[in-house]
């Protein structure tokens, strides 16, 4: 059975002179237990909606939207959330603070919080840093305590939104690499928003490439099928590239041309 079902899922927006925007229109998509999916397309075309849509932060307008089966309708632990930005770290509780935050809420005592918080601080690579504060970490570390933080929870299911994107292209490199080695390990589900095609074949099971906005739906599903190493040295790698390219950037012409007339 798939793990997330999205139906002919549509999201409007209604502006404040009470003019209706469609986001997202009949956008459908199946996802399985354990992939690594990453969604492609031009600024603007209902990405971020799409994620915020299964993250449960939004209702669809219409369609049916499910998770293992049952209606998503509204946030949840299952579902781990990973912004761009840092500014969703609080930048007074330290990094092991940060990441224990939620399991406090939930009520679990200190000892057990603090250990599993540390076991993952370990698996992104931050042992030694637990101390420090947002403000004392790297771009790159911080988005390290983003994951760690969505990781003690222990979801099913990792949303992440252009997560890399503020990132040198040094510490990406380093980061999609890392993230990589922690879907394997933690059998994780990712979801995992990108405008870099590059990011979506590395990291990808499959990657899906949206129509420009309005209305962006899900335009073709690439399945990305390079064992090993993932680098242009492939020809695999290369092949993929450009057909994937070609669909993306006949949707960011679309969407030039729409923001011309
Ligand atoms: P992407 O992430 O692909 O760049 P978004 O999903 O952020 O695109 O936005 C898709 C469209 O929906 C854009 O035109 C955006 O302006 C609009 N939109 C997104 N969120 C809202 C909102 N809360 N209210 C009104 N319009 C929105
Ligand atoms: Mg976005």
Redesign the pocket.
């Known amino acids: 059975m798939s793990l997330i079902t999205l139906s002919g899922i549509g999201k409007s ?1 209604r ?1 404040r002179e009470g003019r209706s ?1 469609v ?2 229109a009949d956008f459908n998509l199946t996802i399985d237990n354990g992939e690594f999916y990453c969604l492609l ?10 994620l ?1 849509l299964l993250a449960g932060f ?1 209702q669809p307008t219409t369609g049916r939207l499910e998770l293992a089966g049952k209606p998503i309708t509204g946030a949840s632990r299952d579902r781990g959330v990973v912004f761009q930005g840092d500014d969703s770290l609080y930048p007074w509780l330290t990094a092991l603070e940060n990441v224990e935050f939620g399991l406090r809420l939930r009520g679990i005592p200190q000892k057990e919080r603090r250990e599993r918080a540390m076991e993952y601080l370990e698996l992104v690579g931050l042992r030694g840093q637990e101390d420090k504060h947002p403000t004392e970490l790297s771009g790159g570390m911080k988005q390290r305590v983003q994951i760690a933080r969505a990781l003690a929870n222990e979801p099913k299911i990792l949303l992440m ?1 252009e997560p890399f994107g503020a990132l040198d292209a040094q510490t990406r490199g380093g980061m999609q690499a890392e993230l990589r080695r922690i879907w394997d390990k933690m059998k994780v589900t990712v979801v995992f ?1 990108t405008h870099d095609i590059d990011e979506a074949i590395v990291l990808a099971t499959r990657v899906g490439v ?1 129509t420009a ?2 209305g ?1 739906t899900l335009k073709k599903t690439f399945p990305v099928e390079i064992p090993g190493d993932r680098t242009r040295a492939d020809p695999r790698y290369v092949a993929l590239y450009d057909q994937i390219h070609t669909q993306v950037r006949e949707e960011v012409l679309r969407a030039a041309t729409r923001r011309a007339a």
């Open positions: 927006f502006s925007w986001a997202v397309g031009p600024s603007g075309c209902g990405k971020s909606t799409v915020s939004t939104d928003i949206m906005g309005p962006g």
